[in-house]
């Protein structure tokens, strides 16, 4: 009696996995997903965070939008990274007096890169190191140059827009001449209070 259940236990597994066998795989199944690159800005916090799925990655000191020019919040994709960008005043109230600066241009607010999600709002260098951790700007979001640098650099590489080590020598070593760039695949950023 015995052997006839353990005999029949034996075929039952061994039908079972043979048919699992015959089963095809699917792609899904055989390559593991890499999780997504996606920025997160926090206003209230003052930090910038990259995240790859739900793991964050790295973190950013920035200064945001003061009060009566908010930094805005929202869904939004980053589409175009300008290294050694120039800066046209925005039509607002606050730039009436002010007037267009050339890359590199003393009074230029936008350091050696802007990463573009929302024109005039976009994420910049600065000089200002005083003010990271504050809300200081007219919305958009400032962080240090070396590390605006870095970012703009990753996104680049995860958005597999692809440019050699002599390319960004180049760029990075001629500060008034401007280089855009259009990114392969955008980036999500999530702006949240």
């Known amino acids: 009696m015995h052997t006839t259940r353990y005999m029949f236990l034996f075929l039952t597994v061994f039908f079972y996995s043979s048919c699992r066998d015959r089963t ?3 792609k899904k199944d055989t390559e593991s997903e890499v999780p997504e690159t996606r920025l ?11 995240m790859e799925g739900d793991d964050t990655i790295k973190r950013y000191a920035i200064s945001v939008g003061k009060q009566g020019h908010p930094t805005p919040q929202g869904e939004f994709e980053i589409h175009q990274i300008d290294w050694n960008p120039d800066w046209t005043p925005p039509d607002s109230e606050w730039a009436q007096d002010q007037s267009y600066k050339q890359p590199g241009q003393a009074g230029n607010p ?19 190191l005083e003010s990271l951790g504050e ?15 870095e970012l703009g650099r990753f996104l ?11 390319w960004f020598n180049r760029v990075l070593s001629d500060s008034v001449t401007m280089e855009s760039v259009k990114l392969e695949k955008s980036i999500p950023l999530t702006n949240v209070e």
């Open 110 to 128: 936008m350091g050696r890169a802007r990463i573009i999600y929302k024109m005039p709002y976009t994420i910049h260098g600065t000089t200002d």
């Open 24 to 26: 095809p795989t699917t």
């Open 40 to 50: 997160l800005i926090s206003i209230s916090q003052r930090q910038l965070y990259v």
């Open 156 to 166: 680049m590489e995860q958005s597999g827009t692809k440019r050699s080590e002599e």
């Open 135 to 149: 809300a200081e700007s007219h919305g958009s979001v400032r962080m240090a140059n070396a590390e605006v640098i």
